[in-house]
């Protein structure tokens, strides 16, 4: 039997604990960094917040997975583009965004362009915030070409997070993501171009664990040019120091005018995906959402609409006692322990709209979380997005077969409701539905259901 609880999530007085976002232990010293990160923490995602705020315009080099009239690719979902903000602008939206929303736990600055290209308004605004508002938790990313330039002030800036985007470290393989770059006032192409980027993303990395700040890696996964590559980046990145990997698919929709769209480069199946996510060493991060560089909210659930210049009033009430109460409710609750008894590997899909829990209609879902649950307990694997099933009160029969495919290897969906039609064809797709755990949360509802297939299976032996 393998008894799993909330402090499973948390630091013992002495030791190391279970990190739910990856394979390694995570020293309690480092807990106190994570614990109430959205990105850098899987169990934290359920219930803090983050924010970006848009303040970084320029680029110092060209990706070819993004087009330059969209917000960074490296941390953004493609094809979007975000409001761009001044400084100033950006401490009154986050003042107006904390006064609502005390999940709010970290700010970070991930484009529209390059943070650190556009680095006199990013630390001008870090300024700003850690003044008004300390508690906050900073972070930014970046593609790492000027990073070596810029330590000292993320240092003095106390940002504890920094994110850089790693594709290769060969760079011959570079040549075929980046086809320039611009340092020290020049343009480089092809292979110069790369040599010279690997080198400036390693020394920064490097020199960033040196000074103990937490540095995740986003890799994109580019199929036929860097996939199996990744697996190199791993490790090298891994003994440098990083403390999580996160890997991105690459979004290529012809629609976003991207060379790797034009070029038709296909995008990395969810299978595909979650085989690479499993052969990594290390931490791995499985729920990153590739926000806008304006996104707003729970991870998943953007709020940036809501909070658009011409919405914001002048000035918003200091929030902070509000934060301090919402952290210290979630440092005391407490889950009752979770006891899984041994037995085979079971895959799951879950519809939530947040907060941990199974509480969403399967045809209002818009992705499921896949989870794994056996003898390493309850595990989260990744999403996987489908089209919405109901359109309009109507279900929609033609989005079936695309919502299939992302159920391949999936033999439950848990859903708060479902309605009789879908039900009739999943079941005769061979996928069972479960309502019975509507509302509850994740990890509780899978251990109860795992141990009741448990022992049904059990009894049902007994019997033969
Ligand atoms: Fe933003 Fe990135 Fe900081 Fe998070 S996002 S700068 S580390 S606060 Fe998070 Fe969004 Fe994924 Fe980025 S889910 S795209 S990993
Ligand atoms: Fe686009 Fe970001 Fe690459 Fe610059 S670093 S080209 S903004 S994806």
Redesign the pocket.
């Known amino acids: 039997m393998n008894v799993i609880s909330l402090a499973d999530f948390m630091p013992q007085k002495s030791g190391c604990k279970a990190s739910n976002c990856g394979e390694e232990k995570i020293p309690p010293a480092l807990w106190d960094k994570i614990k109430d990160h959205p990105c850098y923490s899987e169990e934290a995602h359920h219930h803090f917040a983050r924010m970006h705020v848009a303040v970084a315009p320029g ?5 070819n ?2 087009n ?1 009239k969209f ?4 941390e953004s979902r493609p094809g979007v583009t975000s409001e761009k903000l001044t400084p100033e602008q950006a401490l009154q939206k986050v003042k107006a965004v904390a006064a609502q929303m005390p999940q709010l736990s970290v700010v970070g600055i991930a ?4 943070t650190l290209f556009s680095w006199r308004q990013s630390f001008a605004t870090f300024a700003l915030i850690r003044e008004a508002l300390p508690d906050l938790k900073l972070c930014l990313s970046t ?1 790492g070409l000027a990073l070596p330039d810029h330590i000292d002030k993320i240092i003095a800036h106390k940002i504890d997070h920094v994110t850089i ?1 790693i594709n290769m470290i060969d760079p011959s393989i570079g040549a075929q993501i980046y086809p320039w770059i611009y340092h020290e006032g020049k343009r480089y192409q092809g292979l110069e171009a790369s040599e010279i980027l690997h080198h400036r993303q390693m020394e920064g990395l490097k020199a960033l664990v040196n000074k103990g700040v937490l540095v995740k890696v986003n890799s994109v996964m580019i199929p036929g040019i860097n996939d199996q590559h990744l697996l190199q980046v791993n490790a090298e990145i891994k003994k440098n120091g990083a403390f999580i990997h996160n890997i991105l698919p690459l979004i290529s929709d012809p629609a976003h005018g991207t060379f790797f769209g034009q070029e038709k480069i296909p995008e990395p199946s969810p299978m595909a995906l979650e085989a690479l996510q499993a052969s990594l060493n290390g931490r791995v991060m499985r729920h990153c959402r590739q926000c806008r560089a304006d996104a707003i909210g729970l991870l998943g659930e953007d709020k940036s609409q809501d909070f658009t210049l011409d919405k914001l009033a002048a000035e918003a009430p200091d929030s902070t006692r509000q934060r301090k109460l919402y952290r210290q409710l979630m440092e005391t609750e407490k889950a009752s322990p979770l006891v899984i008894p041994s037995g085979p590997l079971q895959r799951v899909a879950i519809c939530s709209q947040g907060g941990g829990r199974i509480n969403q209609h399967f045809g209002h879902a818009k992705e499921f979380k896949i989870y794994e649950i056996g003898d390493q307990g309850v595990k989260f694997i990744g999403h996987r997005k489908i089209p919405n099933y109901c359109q309009g009160g109507f279900g929609e029969d033609e989005h079936l077969p695309t919502i299939l495919e992302a159920l391949a290897g999936i033999d439950t969906v848990f859903a708060a409701k479902i309605g009789s039609c879908p039900k009739r064809e999943l079941a005769q797709a061979g996928v069972a539905v479960n309502t019975d755990y509507a509302l509850e949360e994740i990890p509780t509802a899978l251990s109860d259901w795992y141990q009741n297939q448990q022992q049904k299976e059990k009894k049902h032996g007994t019997c033969d």
């Open positions: 680029c110092n080099m060209q990706c997975y993004c330059r917000d960074c690719a490296n484009g529209p362009g390059d593609n985007t």
